[in-house]
């Protein structure tokens, strides 16, 4: 008798399903990978999904330009257009506004599912994507349009679905995580922080969207919307990016138990939500501290599931494409058992704060005239603001100032940003003070 034959556990059965025809935009560092993975992957990818995916065509702008071993040079096409409406699922990795937004609204009204990793095209318009993916009833996925390999779409989405969310905290531009974290170790300043981030691949030749916290800034709206079931557009977000923190801003951080972070901030107060993204002091013995080069992490805080980090790789094109293809599979099955993905759940409409009505602790360096009475009257202006002091240090004179300069620390309690700034104005203005040297508001304690 013969025995039966056994599927080894590596080699899954393929599925007698017809292929489900998958498209992809764009094949750049993420494109690449993803056609790798479909190809290397392609008998696993099919056991899970139940049908096996195949890859019809790769819209590129060049199709001369060689895209190697894993992209069939027949399937690169310009005609992205004619491709979306022959697909089942089609993956989104071109990036910018348009012709993503029109290709994917094309490929909705086509009735295919669509992956996107394009951050920037839903932060700013996320709203007319879902109410067109939910007129088709198709499925819209985007994991790797935040913090890329990192599950926290999902997580949010489905897994805290039955959880309140009061605020996240998130390192999601791993460039500028990289810069603080070269300042932090090795003292550099910004520039030189910069270009070895550029000389390795981080940064881009122009550096400013991650500098300047334009990209933290569309997470953060994302992250926001779906904590807090509300619509949080990009423009709902303060964003003040790394552009102004000195070496010497770090090495204070330090001295007074913290690390500074390039953090996208969203809450829930009593009053609606709050979102912004900004350089924060972290204290050390937070979590997030210990986010390292260029790595993302996002901390969650909610009501039953208390605190929750998420960690790991926040870009590059294989780590990218790790999430992009978890969303294929998930959309690839719903083709196949039928059903749909969660859909945009903005009930809540809570109101969308604006920065001014943040609160949040401070730490503020000054450099004051070493005469009595001055920690006095500095204390008196915050007292009038209504901003509570938590601690001050005062150390003598930081070199390169003027005889006779003290260089006063304060951190204050939970403020409400407009009383902070405010105060600032109205510290500068002492004749006591020489000069605010930074502001930089406290998170995580
Ligand atoms: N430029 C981003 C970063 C990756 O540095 O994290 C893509 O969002």
């Known amino acids: ?144 349009a935040v913090a890329g390999a990192i599950p926290i779409v999902r997580p949010i989405r489905e897994s805290l679905a039955g959880d309140r969310v009061q605020r996240v905290l998130g390192i999601v531009n791993g460039t500028t995580n990289f810069v603080l974290d070269r300042m932090t170790s090795e003292g550099m300043d910004l520039d030189q922080a910069v270009k070895e981030a550029q000389s390795l691949g981080y940064a881009e030749a122009d550096p400013s969207a991650d500098v300047d916290g334009d990209d933290a800034a569309a997470k953060a709206a994302i992250l926001a919307s779906l904590a807090f079931h509300t619509r949080v557009a990009l423009s709902d977000v303060y964003r003040e990016g790394i552009g102004a923190v000195t070496a010497t801003d770090v090495e204070w951080a330090a001295r007074s138990g913290y690390t500074i972070k390039l953090l996208a901030v969203a809450e829930r107060t009593d009053a609606g939500v709050q979102v912004r993204v900004h350089p924060s002091l972290v204290p050390l013995d937070h979590p997030l501290a210990g986010v390292r080069g260029a790595f993302n992490a996002v901390f969650v805080e909610a009501d039953a599931a208390g605190e929750l980090m998420f960690y790991g790789r926040g870009a590059g094109g294989t780590p990218t494409a790790s999430a992009v293809l978890g969303d294929v599979v998930s959309a690839a099955r719903h083709r196949v058992l039928g059903g749909r993905g969660p859909v945009e759940s903005s009930y809540a409409k809570l109101p969308v704060l604006p920065a001014s009505a943040a609160r949040t602790r401070y730490q503020l360096r000054l450099d004051v005239v070493d005469r009595p009475g001055v920690l006095a009257q500095v204390a008196t202006v915050l007292s009038t603001h209504e901003v509570s002091i938590e601690a001050v240090q005062q150390s003598p004179a930081v070199p390169g100032t003027p005889d006779g300069t003290a260089h006063l620390v304060i951190t204050t309690h939970r403020s409400v940003e407009s009383a902070l700034a405010a105060t600032v104005v109205a510290v500068s203005k002492l004749d006591a003070v020489r000069r605010v040297v930074s502001v930089l508001r406290v998170e995580g304690a």
Do not use: W
């Open 1 to 144: 008798m013969t025995a039966p034959q056994e599927t080894p556990a590596h080699e899954p059965t393929s599925p007698g399903r017809a292929p489900l025809r998958v498209a992809l935009l764009g094949c750049g560092v993420v494109g690449s990978e993803v056609a790798r993975l479909l190809t290397v992957q392609a008998a696993d990818l099919a056991a899970r999904v139940g049908a096996p995916l195949e890859l019809v065509g790769v819209a590129v702008r060049d199709v001369a330009a060689d895209r190697g071993p894993f992209v069939d040079r027949s399937l690169l096409t310009a005609d992205a257009e004619g491709l979306v409406a022959r697909a089942d699922v089609v993956i989104e990795v071109m990036g910018g506004i348009e012709p993503a937004r029109s290709l994917l609204l094309r490929a909705i009204a086509h009735g295919a599912a669509v992956v996107t990793a394009n951050k920037a095209l839903l932060a700013q318009d996320g709203p007319t994507l879902y109410a067109a993916a939910d007129s088709a009833g198709v499925d819209l996925y985007f994991e790797a």
